[in-house]
């Protein structure tokens, strides 16, 4: 009777988790920063605690209550693995507070995220999904791709809403429901949205038709029929629906080339007399746009007495690693997120037309070709290469900084990431000089920066099971697993170009997401081997 007792007790909590759990990632993917910036600032904290904590508490909560203490303790590798990882998150989380302030929770957010996946390990239970379940996780699905713009979540959702589908025993409502789900897909979302999301699409999809192959019993002339078919169908589907500036510059290396050749110009001629300008960073910004010059006036002195505010504190000059001036802000160009480095000073003294031919660059974040056409006398294609020189130059000053410190075990959480290069032409002006701090907008070389050779660990772990994961399915020919998959692969390339894993409302679904998949493979395998 005691154990029927506890076999319903555990069950109501993994209900209870699976919805508490389900709503917030639902909630994230529709609101996105809107619902994850909901906090509680309590009067003896100096940081305000955010909804994605507050469901990571409850949810750690409510699975203690189900993990119970066993008569004898024996601790298993991953346990062991388990418990050095946090003991090692939670000290560079608490030595970071006390010298940066609460920039270093943020920090801390990439790494203790990751229990997500472990609580909904623990819950997939195959008696969770029961039919009607299924049926009213397929209508939520369906709804959401009806009637809201879910950008990263569109590959997401669909591929949910087709193994819902797929698990419906009767024939016919299976083929009906696979035929309003890839219907009402937006495809559009998954071509016409940012570079990321466009690159993770057409890997994702090629990985996807790539698996399907395998698994079938098809010779390989077939096969690469079929594979060469379905590279010319994506193919034309990119041409028709991506930007066609997106395609250039994603395509077209030359011109990135180009304009790094010229924009290194310009930081091999300031590099010398280049100090940073001391500004206090915050650890998030509440508003959707900031006009950049009300945020020039975050530019502030920074005295070694000044206490520590809720907004995360550098402390005295050379406590963040980051040379110090007294300067003002740079002038803000018109384009509202660039400006140049000295950029009348440099006005002032130039002396050729090179040199006027590199502040011309600096100042617009586009590269803008002028094609003649038959039908049309003129066309315009924008060329985004700012975002792309952004990024090489933060991969490059990460990792000159991770070198020159030679730090093992990464630089400090709560240390503000500023880019020497980045400043010095003006690129993403409006988030170094509102915030304080750069965002890596790349998740492995956040993790490595952060954590050093250990980064280096845990992205090789993280890598190696998702690998075996995916062997696993295709070696059962699980067509669910592979579909489940393939989702993960999607933002497994997004995290090269965002901050997946630091941002709640990318890094709580992708995890939760992340352990449902690894259960399912869990039980493939323990079923395999009865």
């Known amino acids: 009777m005691e154990k029927s007792k506890l076999f319903v007790f555990d069950k109501i ?47 750690l909560a409510l699975s203690l209550m189900r993990w119970r203490k066993p008569k004898e303790i024996r601790l298993s590798s991953w346990q062991v693995f388990l418990f050095i990882y946090i003991v090692f998150m939670l000290g560079k989380a608490f030595l970071g507070y006390q010298r940066y302030g609460p920039l270093a929770l943020r920090h801390a957010a990439m790494f203790y995220y990751p229990l997500f996946a472990l609580i909904t390990y623990s819950i997939c239970k195959k008696e969770i999904f029961i039919s009607q379940i299924r049926f009213f996780l397929f209508m939520v699905i369906f709804f959401l791709l009806v009637n809201f713009k879910l950008h990263f979540f569109t590959y997401e959702y669909m591929m949910l809403g087709l193994v819902l589908a797929g698990a419906f025993k009767n024939r016919i409502i299976r083929y009906l429901c696979f035929i309003f789900v890839l219907s009402v897909v937006p495809y559009v979302q998954l ?49 028709q629906l991506a930007p066609r500036g997106a395609i250039i510059s994603l395509t077209n290396p030359k011109i990135f080339m180009e304009d790094l050749k010229t924009t290194d110009k310009t930081v091999r001629l300031h590099r010398s007399e280049f100090k940073f300008i001391a500004i206090r960073p915050v650890l998030y910004n509440p508003e959707e746009k900031l006009s950049v010059q009300k945020n020039s006036t975050r530019a502030l002195k920074i005295s070694q007495s000044e206490p520590k505010a809720n907004t995360g504190n550098i402390g005295k000059v050379g406590d963040s690693g980051l040379k110090t001036s007294n300067r003002p802000v740079p002038t803000v160009s018109q384009t509202g997120n660039r400006a140049p480095f000295d950029a009348e000073k440099r006005i002032n003294e130039a002396s050729g037309s090179q040199e006027q031919a590199i502040i011309q660059l600096v100042t617009k974040p586009k590269r803008v070709i002028e094609k003649t056409n038959k039908k049309e006398d003129l066309s315009v294609t924008e060329i985004k290469t700012g975002t792309m020189l952004f990024r090489f130059y933060v991969f490059l000053d990460a990792v000159v900084q991770l070198f020159s410190e030679k730090s093992i075990l990464g630089l400090p959480f709560g240390r503000p990431f500023r880019s020497m290069r980045c400043e010095i032409v003006g690129s993403a002006y409006g988030e170094w000089s509102r915030d304080g701090w750069l965002s890596m907008h790349d998740s492995f070389l956040d993790i490595i920066y952060r954590t050093g050779l250990i980064g280096f660990i845990l992205i090789a772990v993280l890598l190696f099971s998702i690998a075996r994961t995916t062997g696993l399915f295709l070696k059962l020919k699980a067509v669910k697993g592979i579909i489940l998959i393939s989702v993960i692969f999607f933002w497994l390339v997004v995290c090269f170009f965002n901050e997946t894993l630091e941002l709640p409302y990318y890094a709580i679904p992708f995890w939760s997401l992340f352990g449902m998949i690894f259960a399912y493979a869990n039980q493939l395998r323990a079923k395999k081997i009865s």
């Open 13 to 59: 909590i993994a209900f209870a988790l699976f919805y508490l759990i389900g709503t917030t990632c639902l909630l994230y993917s529709i609101f996105s920063r809107y619902f994850a910036e909901l906090n509680i600032q309590f009067q003896f904290l100096d940081f305000p605690v955010f909804i994605g904590e507050i469901v990571l508490m409850i949810s």
């Open 191 to 239: 071509f016409h949205g940012a570079r990321a999301m466009l690159v993770a699409s057409l890997f994702s999809f090629l990985s996807l038709c790539l698996m399907f192959l395998i698994i079938v019993k098809l010779s390989r002339k077939i096969k690469l029929l079929i594979l060469c078919l379905f590279i010319f169908i994506i193919t034309l589907i990119t041409l």
